[in-house]
């Protein structure tokens, strides 16, 4: 059993797509344990991504991701983490596969709708800067 987080970011979240998104998951068989609404400052998103902090884009990314309320889930399931990736699509939507959400509901490569973590340990990181333990149901 693996976990994974899972945002749906502001252009989701604005275009009343959380519903969406979520039976996308749960129709893949993959469970929630965790769920809240935050609105991010610019310094969490920054926080947030700080792996991208030298890539051109991360200046309007984190204003993006700041700039209204994001669901955030701590998914569950078997290879959940590569399964959330598949269902997501490829990043920016003009590469994304036929049926994924990013290729159905993105915007641009900024504005794509959700993210993924994409590894085990990103994951764990991911997981820890939203929720504590205490507030997953496994
Ligand atoms: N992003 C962007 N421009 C780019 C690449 C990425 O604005 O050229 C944004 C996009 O919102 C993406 C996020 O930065 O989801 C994180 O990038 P990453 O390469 O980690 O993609 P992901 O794991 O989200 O598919």
Do not use: W
Not at 96 to 113: H, S
Request: aromatic share 8%; hydrophobic share 40%.
């Amino acid at each position: 059993m693996e976990r994974t987080l899972s945002i749906i970011k502001p252009d989701g979240v604005e275009r009343g797509l959380v519903g969406e998104v979520i039976t996308r998951f749960e129709k893949a068989g993959i469970r929630i344990a965790a769920m809240k609404m935050r609105h991010l400052t610019k310094k969490e998103a920054e926080a947030f991504y700080a792996v991208h902090r030298e890539r051109p884009f991360f200046d309007s990314l984190t204003t993006y991701m700041s700039s209204g309320p994001v669901v955030v889930m701590v998914l569950e399931g078997d290879q959940v983490i590569q399964k959330n990736r598949e269902i997501m699509g490829a990043t920016n939507p003009a590469d994304a596969a036929p049926g994924t959400i990013r290729k159905d509901f993105a915007l641009d490569v900024e504005k794509n709708t959700v993210h993924g973590s994409d590894a085990p340990e990103t994951a764990q990181k991911e997981i820890a800067f939203f929720f504590s333990e205490l507030e997953i149901c496994s």
